[in-house]
């Protein structure tokens, strides 16, 4: 089944402890990118990439970092997380950044206390 | 810069009523546009998409949207709402050169 997996769905932490979020697609797709949606807001691009080792920055990168080693795994780091990146984050995967239709995973919630 | 707005937080449609979530953009270019639907602690999904051609674009699910350009809108639209079209519901836009922008946004409620 074409997808795109995120682990973990649920995270509690606290402010200042390093963690990743993890975004997976099975559809060889070139694009993958990261948002986070509040309440409001809508949906807002964190980082993006256009293929392996190419990344760059979205709307709100401050506070994130991303990597791109593999084609299919698009990691999102908080280095030092706090409590204004309490959000839901989905990645989403495309198969080029002008292909149009992105398919999205099914986010992650987190809270930094 | 490019942008969409959704001017209306909520809606709400009795079953078996016409919906309609109202969406604007805003593009230098061509505008692609389109719609994704969220359902409780799911990922969005691809609704449909205007990309060029026929200005009423049908999708998934009887969904149906209206491009107009002289208004810069791309309403959604479905003929006859069932109970289990509510969820959150997106617009979004790209020019062709940027990524994609998202609305805030709208909350469809559709009552028995």
């Known amino acids: 089944e074409a997808q795109v997996t995120q682990n973990p769905r649920y995270l509690i932490t606290v402010t200042g402890k390093k963690l990743t979020v993890t975004c997976s697609q099975n559809m060889n797709h070139e694009y993958m990118s990261w948002y986070r949606q509040d309440p409001g807001l809508g949906l807002r691009q964190i980082y993006y990439s256009m293929n392996v080792e190419v990344t760059d920055k979205g709307d709100v990168p401050e506070g994130y970092k991303v990597s791109r080693k593999e084609k299919r795994n698009f990691p999102l780091i908080l280095e030092s997380p706090s409590p204004n990146q309490t959000s839901l984050y989905f990645c989403?995967?495309?198969?080029?950044?002008?292909?149009?239709?992105?398919?999205f995973g099914p986010g992650t919630r987190l809270l930094v206390l | 810069a490019q942008s969409v707005a959704q001017p209306e937080d909520q809606v709400n449609v009795a079953e078996g009523n016409p919906l309609t979530v109202k969406c604007t953009y805003s593009?230098?270019?061509?505008?692609?546009l389109f719609w994704y639907v969220q359902y409780p602690n799911r990922g969005l999904q691809f609704l449909l998409k205007y990309i060029t051609g026929d200005n009423l674009v049908k999708g998934s699910y009887g969904f149906e949207a209206e491009f107009n350009k002289s208004q810069t809108s791309f309403h959604l639209k479905k003929p006859s709402a069932l109970v289990s079209d509510s969820a959150l519901y997106f617009c979004?836009?790209?020019?062709?050169?940027?990524?994609?922008?998202f609305g805030a946004g709208t909350r469809l409620t559709v009552k028995p």
């Open positions: 593009v230098s270019g061509n505008p692609y």
């Open positions: 979004a836009v790209r020019d062709g050169s940027n990524d994609m922008r």
């Open positions: 989403a995967s495309s198969p080029s950044r002008t292909a149009g239709t992105q398919y």
